[in-house]
Nanobody, 130 residues
């Protein structure tokens, strides 16, 4: 049984920082790339960041480049992180981590599409006040 559990969301002022965590179980974690998505009220779920199996390749939506960093711990923690700095009110959303169906090492565009993922966490709320 694959399980993804996000944590670390909360309320923060604009310009602040948060670190989201996603703990994975039920699969050999290091064999899979991982993605983060977000969904704001009334909007579609959108890609935020992804990381390859080894962690050597990372991908970001333009809106978060230079502010967010995705990383992973393939050892005992089996966890992927999203470090979010210089937060803006428009970053307010529910953030989800997900496991893709396949994990290409050099195909960032594959990770951008929600329909390429088959396991999702329950989400964690991030609210950025102005």
């Amino acid at each position: 049984q694959v399980q993804l559990v996000e944590s670390g969301g909360g309320l923060v002022q604009a310009g602040g920082s948060l670190r989201l965590s996603c703990a994975a179980s039920g699969r050999t974690f290091r064999n899979y790339g991982m993605g983060w998505f977000r969904q704001a009220p009334g909007k579609e779920r959108e890609f935020v960041a992804a990381i390859s199996r080894s962690g050597s390749s990372t991908y970001y939506v333009d809106a978060v480049k230079g502010r967010f960093t995705i990383s992973r711990d393939n050892n005992a923690m089996n966890t992927v992180y999203l470090h979010m700095n210089s937060l803006k009110p428009e970053d307010t959303a529910v953030y989800y981590c997900a496991i893709p169906k396949f994990s290409p090492d050099n195909s960032g565009s594959y990770y951008y599409r929600p329909y390429n993922y088959d396991y999702w966490g329950q989400g964690t709320q991030v609210t950025v006040s102005s």
